[in-house]
Nanobody, 125 residues
Framework: QVQLVESGGGSVQAGGSLRLSCVAS????????MGWFRRAPGKEREGVAV????????GYADSVKDRFIISRDYAKNTLYLQMNSLKPEDTAMYFC??????????????????WGQGTQVTVSS
């Protein structure tokens, strides 16, 4: 049974930082592509950051580039999203996702097989 459990969300002021974590279990973590997505109130879920090609490649949405960093810790089977210089428009529920595919169309939700329940991030101005 594959499980993804996110944590680390919370409320911060604009300009602050948060680090989200996603603990994975039940699969061969190192070969899977991973991603962080978010859903803001009244909006569709969107990709934020992706990690693929066995962890050698990363990608970021333009809105978070140079502010967010996706990374993973093999030993802890954990995916991270370091979020710096947070803005009110970053307010959303954040989800981690895992795909059995090594690489591919990793900005599409359909690429991912497993999803966490989400963690809320609220940024006040």
């Amino acid at each position: 049974q594959v499980q993804l459990v996110e944590s680390g969300g919370g409320s911060v002021q604009a300009g602050g930082s948060l680090r989200l974590s996603c603990v994975a279990s039940g699969y061969s973590y190192t070969s899977y592509s991973m991603g962080w997505f978010r859903r803001a109130p009244g909006k569709e879920r969107e990709g934020v950051a992706v990690l693929y090609n066995g962890g050698r490649s990363t990608g970021y949405a333009d809105s978070v580039k140079d502010r967010f960093i996706i990374s993973r810790d093999y030993a802890k089977n954990t995916l991270y999203l370091q979020m710096n210089s947070l803005k009110p428009e970053d307010t959303a529920m954040y989800f981690c996702a895992a795909s059995r595919f090594y690489t591919g169309s990793n900005w599409y939700e359909s690429f991912y097989n497993y999803w966490g329940q989400g963690t809320q991030v609220t940024v006040s101005s």
